[in-house]
């Protein structure tokens, strides 16, 4: 099967994110790291386009953003962690019943034919 | 690691943000960018083929950078490209124009404060007269205050523009002669700003208040220098980087 193309992700990756950010905290890289292992390496995205998308959730209150502890113990710059906001639930609820809908709608169409 | 410095500099640096989210930015992009970097490294890669591979999976940088400038919120985009953000282009000249006027109004509305509290405290107690008595003492000595600061600003911004310029080109004389003069610019400056509110405070009700205003003055020129001199070693440190 070929990779999924990130023209046809568009749209979908904001619900992505959600969904991931859904199972707990986390930062970007390790977002990106989750999508890419669920989406069995078919998934072909380019890794900037995740930030974008982190700022606008952000920017919308559905998740907040904050800097890991200084005195975590790593080297190297601070790493923002993401958690889903009581607004982010909510929406990430509304994209999964659109989704839900939206296959139910088209799967039939696709499979066997209008 | 230079290479993702550079890179990451070159991606935000042309975004029209607060100085804050775009610092924010860089070390997200950074941290990310470090992260794949040492798993490419881990599989093998040398660092520099695995730092270039880093940038490659980020994307397109043109794409990426619209993107990301998209993401901004549009009051803080106007704000900060009306005001402060450098135009294709524009000459050091007219950007430090532009700069000084963003600064002068709110050099402005900084001196404006004390004589509003001064104005409104004679009326209060004393009556009208009292007021205009304050605002003519006061306003003459402000507005001559504020040309010469609004100079001063200029002169500052154009010089620290051209050590910018040196810095980059690693023009190591040239650099510390317009940092110089920027210093001292700035030092004349504070002088000046002090003496001025000094008067203003003495001709309001607000006497009590004078050593805390030369203190203050003297604390931002103090702060100024300080971060004067951390920007432009880190500039130079980084440039001297990317060369």
Request: glycine share 8%.
């Amino acid at each position: 099967m070929d990779a999924i193309q990130r023209d046809e992700l568009r749209g979908h990756l904001e619900t992505l994110v959600l969904s991931v950010l859904g199972t707990g905290e986390m930062h970007g890289y390790e977002v990106l790291r989750r999508l890419c292992l669920r989406g069995e390496g078919m998934l072909e995205m380019k890794e900037g386009s995740l930030y974008p998308v982190l700022y606008r959730l952000e920017a919308a209150g559905h998740i907040r953003g904050r800097w890991e502890s200084e005195h975590a113990v790593r080297r190297g710059p601070r790493r923002r962690v993401y958690r889903l906001t009581a607004s982010g639930t909510r929406e990430l609820d509304a994209r999964r019943d659109r989704w839900r809908a939206f296959v139910r709608i088209l799967n039939p169409i696709v499979e066997h034919g209008a | 690691m230079n290479t993702l410095h550079t890179f990451v500099d070159g991606l935000v640096g042309p975004i029209v943000a607060s100085p804050l989210r775009k610092r924010g930015m860089r070390e997200e992009l950074l941290g990310h960018l470090r992260e794949t970097t040492a798993e490419g490294e881990a599989a093998g890669l040398s660092p520099g083929a695995a730092a270039s591979a880093a940038i490659a999976r980020l994307g397109e940088p043109s794409a990426l950078r619209q993107s990301l400038q998209d993401s901004v919120p549009g009051v803080e985009r106007w704000l900060f490209w009306s005001m402060i953000a450098r135009r294709d282009e524009e000459s050091d000249l007219r950007y430090a124009a532009r700069l000084t006027s963003f600064l002068g109004s709110i050099l402005l509305v900084v001196m404006l404060m004390p004589v509003v509290a001064g104005v409104l405290a004679a009326g209060l107690f004393r009556g009208y007269d009292a007021a205009v008595a304050v605002l003519l003492k006061v306003l003459p000595i402000l507005m001559t205050g504020f040309v010469f600061a609004s100079l001063i600003i200029f002169v500052a911004q154009w010089l620290d523009l051209r050590m910018q310029r040196c810095i980059a080109a690693q023009r190591r004389l040239a650099s510390v002669l317009h940092g110089l003069l920027f210093v001292a610019s700035i030092s004349i400056l504070c002088h000046a700003m002090a003496n001025a509110m000094l008067h203003v405070v003495r001709d309001t009700f607000l006497h009590g208040l004078q050593a805390d205003v030369y203190l203050a003055t003297l604390g931002i020129a103090m702060l100024c220098l300080v971060g004067v001199s951390v920007d432009g070693w880190h500039r130079w440190q980084r440039a001297r980087g990317a060369a």
